[in-house]
């Protein structure tokens, strides 16, 4: 599959005028790391492109905005979602990505739904963008670069090592974890040990 030139430059357009500068040079950051590690890892190249540049369009929405688009589509908001409506901005942006972009594709939105969460079952596109929306060359923290050399040798490590650093943070911060993280942590390191015996 290969991206339509003009849809993406509409995208990107679209983007840069309405997010933050900040938020669109990493959604540029991500989409470099994940066309890049797609490519190492046999992972469609194209998909990886869509799913990065819209993971986060509805990032910069406000709550009311976030929690009237998830109710407008019929999406259950658990309470961890109530409480910090932010976390929506992964599973409303399919819909935005559907209506501004006519982008249709179900594997590049389940990627965009569990980018900041991660879920129980993951797919290669899930685990690529978990990891590339944490390791793009603009985030400032040293655990970045770190997961980025892993992510080019084993991909499911990194998604690992991305998992137990959000999971470690949020901890520290005395904030909820939310179910999805706990469920998508217990089955990698689930599948990973029973790899191993």
Known sequence: MANDPDQ???IEASLSENLSP???KHILGVREVAVRLAKRHGIDAARAELA????DCAKERPDDELLALAKR???AVDEYEQQTPGLLHGKVAPFVAAEQFGVDDETVFDAMRCHSTGKAQM???DQLLFVADFCEPNRPYTAAQEVRELAERDLEAAVLEVMQFKLRKTVLKKRPVHPDSIHAY???LDKRTHETL
Do not use: K, S
């Open 22 to 24: 900040t938020r669109f």
């Open 123 to 125: 797919g290669p596109l």
């Open 8 to 10: 993406i430059a509409r």
């Open 73 to 75: 589509h019929g999406l």
């Open 186 to 188: 217990n089955a990698l």
């Open 52 to 55: 990065a540049l819209l993971h």
